[in-house]
């Protein structure tokens, strides 16, 4: 197989995984970064206070402390639909992170305009610990082709440790091989058994997990009469999973340098919609001084 054979084979894969909704994300074992202030559990997060462990550096303590804000900047969005006997039907479970003024970042994936011709409603949960309360998001704008959403949630009824929980910087020319991480809430699947017909899953959730690599290559169209699906977005060489879909790509200054937007399955490869777009986006729907104060870079006026 020729190498330009190999390439179109595997634009037509992403093209196909696109279509057909498959958007994942989540560590691999090799890129799952240590947070000391911070314990997984299947069902949440439990924080601990930053400076609880005498034997941390102040080093140590700094990374905890900035993982912790991160994480607190990142939500878990629940979607679901009313029946007619006003009970929840959950759709699923993604992510999203805040902006100033209660406006979330996500995929149009994962906050459509409807399901299914109803409307949805979104349940927006601080770093999926319900403890810490949860609030109802209202559908803002949304972008079909650039998979892009914004929520809102009141923000005043935001709690009041997370008043100052949002990302205000991006980063709009992150360099190839840049160091990033990737916050989110996947789900993903734990091998229970391995029979030699069968192999059985569950799937196990892992809120919260932090994940580093690199972005490995942006992807612009060399052939106009073959488009390229990627243009203004990027290639992390990292695998995710389900739920990982809106979680926030930064850099190591807290910028933002995309959301996450879907991956090829069963290989090490994420795409992110870039931090460009975002800002266009926001732009495009004259949210920018409602939101930053002032007009976005890198958005049509």
């Known amino acids: 197989m020729t190498e330009r054979v190999r390439r179109i084979l595997s634009s037509i894969l992403a093209v196909t995984v696109l279509v057909l909704g498959i958007h994942i994300a ?26 609880s462990n005498p034997a941390l550096s102040k080093e140590q303590r700094v990374t905890a402390y900035r993982n912790y804000k991160n994480l607190t900047r990142v939500v878990m969005i629940e979607k679901y639909v ?8 959950k759709i ?29 409603r979104f349940q927006i949960t601080f770093y999926a610990q319900k403890s810490d309360g949860y609030l109802l998001g209202s559908l803002v704008a949304t972008d079909v082709k650039e998979d892009l959403s914004l929520l809102k949630v009141d923000a005043n009824k935001i709690p009041k440790a997370y008043q100052d929980s949002y990302f205000k910087y991006f980063n709009l020319q992150p360099a190839a091989g840049e160091k990033v991480t990737v916050i989110g809430h996947p789900t993903k699947p734990i091998e229970t058994s391995n029979t030699a017909k069968t192999k059985k899953y569950t799937w196990t959730p892992l809120y919260g997990t932090f994940t580093a690599d690199n972005v490995a290559v942006f992807r612009k169209s060399k052939n106009t009469s073959i488009p390229d699906i990627y243009t203004n977005s990027m290639e992390i060489k990292v695998q995710t999973w389900p739920g990982n879909s809106g979680s926030p790509v930064i850099d190591s200054n807290d910028k933002i340098v995309g959301v996450i937007s879907s991956t090829i399955l069963g290989e090490p490869r994420s795409f992110a919609t870039s931090s460009k777009l975002i800002l266009q986006f926001i732009e495009n729907n004259h949210l920018s001084k409602a939101i930053f104060g002032h007009a976005a870079d890198g958005g049509q006026r």
């Open 82 to 89: 009313l029946s007619d006997k006003g009970t929840k039907q």
């Open 92 to 120: 699923g479970t993604a992510a999203g992170f805040m902006l100033p003024g209660g406006y979330i970042v996500t995929n149009n994936h994962v906050a459509p305009e409807s399901y299914n011709g109803k409307a949805l």
């Open 26 to 51: 989540a560590a691999s074992a090799s890129s799952t970064v240590s947070i000391t202030s911070v314990t997984v559990k299947k069902s949440g997060i439990e924080v601990r206070p930053y400076t």
